[in-house]
């Protein structure tokens, strides 16, 4: 009998632009994953890349890059800026 093998991708929220006090970098943006809640966690996850789909269906592409704080989120970079239409939608982890 063979074994199937499935990848389950993850949900993830994309929370707001990484700022600074007098800058705004649109390709960069904080994602929070479904299920993490530490920085430990989270450092498991870097290098895969999250995809996030428009109302007509084009997929944005990032990487994540790093860590970002200590409560789980991560530092994505997209290849595209998003638009802030995307803050708060649903992301998915590949």
């Known amino acids: 009998m063979s074994e199937s093998t ?3 991708s993850r949900k993830c929220v994309i929370i707001n632009y990484i ?6 970098k649109n390709k960069f ?3 929070k ?4 809640d530490s920085d430990k966690e989270a450092a498991r996850f870097i290098g895969r890349w999250v995809v ?3 109302v007509s269906g084009k997929k944005l592409r990032g990487k994540i890059v790093k860590v970002h704080g200590k409560n789980g989120l991560v530092k994505v970079r997209f290849q595209k800026g998003l638009p802030g239409q995307a803050i708060g939608k649903e992301a998915e982890l590949s």
């Open 29 to 31: 943006m904080a994602v």
């Open 19 to 24: 700022r600074r006090a007098d800058d705004q």
């Open 6 to 8: 499935t990848t389950v």
């Open 52 to 54: 996030w789909r428009t």
């Open 33 to 36: 994953i479904q299920g993490v």
